[in-house]
Each structure stands twice: as structure tokens, then as C-alpha cells.
């Protein structure tokens, strides 16, 4: 049974700093294509912030280049996203997602991020 279960998000100023993580059970990282860190603020879609292509290509959003890093440990089946700098337009529910060799996608819960003065 898949599940992921992502934590670490909450309420920061701006110029502060977020470390999220995703915990996956179910033993899918060593058959992950794509790992990744969508965001989702309200009323709109859910945009791609950061992946990992497999083995180790990385892809991050304009808007958070330099800022965010992405990262994976995969003999403990959980990717992070480090997130420097925060600004308020970084707020958002942030989902962890993977995507396997078989086209397969998962998705966690989201853990919400408020960036705020």
C-alpha cells in the first residue's frame, strides 16, 4: 500500500527558511521515474516547483530557482525541498508527488506553507 506523507510546513516571515519532507511507504522510490514538489495556492492549479528526474536531473520553477533546493534519500524512501528566502508569493499547500517506471502517479496529502509578516 502507497502512501505518502509529507511534513515540516507552516507559518514563516518573509526571508525565512522551510524544510519539507516526504515520507514514502510502500517501497516505490526504487521504481520512481520523477519525485517532486507541486504547490497549489487558492483558486488556482497545481504547479510543478522542483523534481527530480531519475537518477539525479533536477528541475525548479523560475520563481524559486536559488532559493529552493530539491533532494532524495532514497534508501529511506523521502525526498526534501529546502526552502531559502520565502516570500509571501511562495505560500501554498505543497504536495509531494512520484511518478514510477510504469507511469503510475501518487500523490500526498499536502502540507501548507504560509509565508506572512
Known amino acids: 500500500q502507497v502512501q505518502l506523507v509529507e511534513s515540516g510546513g507552516g507559518l514563516v516571515q518573509p526571508g525565512g527558511s522551510l524544510r519539507l519532507s516526504c515520507a514514502a511507504s510502500?517501497?516505490?522510490?526504487?521504481?520512481?521515474?520523477?519525485m517532486g514538489w507541486y504547490r497549489q495556492a487558492p483558486g488556482k492549479q497545481r504547479d510543478m516547483v522542483a523534481t527530480i528526474t531519475m537518477p539525479t536531473s533536477t528541475n525548479y520553477v523560475d520563481s524559486v530557482k536559488g532559493r529552493f533546493t530539491i533532494s532524495a534519500d532514497i534508501a529511506k524512501n523521502t525526498v526534501y525541498l529546502q526552502m531559502n528566502s520565502l516570500e509571501p508569493e511562495d505560500t501554498g499547500v505543497y504536495y509531494c508527488?512520484?511518478?514510477?517506471?510504469?507511469?503510475?502517479?501518487?500523490w500526498g496529502q499536502g502540507t501548507q506553507v504560509t509565508v506572512s509578516s
Open positions: 508527488g512520484i511518478t514510477t517506471l510504469f507511469s503510475k502517479n501518487y
Open positions: 510502500g517501497n516505490i522510490f526504487s521504481i520512481a521515474m520523477v
